[in-house]
């Protein structure tokens, strides 16, 4: 068998998490806004909500990597600063046409989304293939 082709691509991170994230907060501030308590409750709940979405969308923007690469099972992920950084795949999930990557390296864990804003559809279905071979084979006794 012959072996698969290097993948590598430079990554940005999504927008659809800052979106749902927007989402959610619009939501919880109807929520709090339709809540029966006193409008000093309200506004320190407010304060909370907004603050808090805030810093998950600014955590989600200030991911350090540019680039990532995949060659026969080795994982590299490449740094803003230029620098590289092998990585070993913890886990992954594919979730409709989106994979969430979650790749160790140096005791950090960093989550990866590939989304239709951030990556083609080309390499979202290679990757796909390639992250297949690494599950386990169903037999059919096991069905």
């Not at 082709?5 to 430079?10: E, N, R, S």
């Not at 800052?18 to 407010?46: M, R």
């Not at 990597?65 to 590299?76: N, Q, S």
Request: glycine share 6%.
């Amino acid at each position: 068998m012959t072996s698969a082709p290097a993948i590598g691509f430079d990554y940005r991170p999504s927008r659809l998490p800052a979106c749902l994230i927007g989402a959610v907060t619009v939501l919880a501030l109807v929520a709090i806004a339709l809540a029966g308590v006193p409008w000093s409750v309200k506004l320190i709940l407010i304060l909370m909500a907004v603050g808090f979405a805030a810093h998950a969308v600014r955590r989600i923007a200030r991911l350090s990597i540019a680039g990532v690469g995949l060659a026969g099972e080795t994982w590299t992920l490449y740094r803003t600063d230029r620098s590289d950084a092998p990585a070993r795949l913890a886990s992954f999930r594919v979730l409709g046409s989106c994979i969430l990557l979650r790749l160790e390296t140096g005791g950090r864990v960093e989550a990866l989304l590939l989304a239709p804003d951030n990556s083609d559809a080309d390499l979202r279905r290679r990757l796909r293939m390639r992250l297949a071979a690494l599950q386990p084979t169903v037999r059919a006794a096991d069905l």
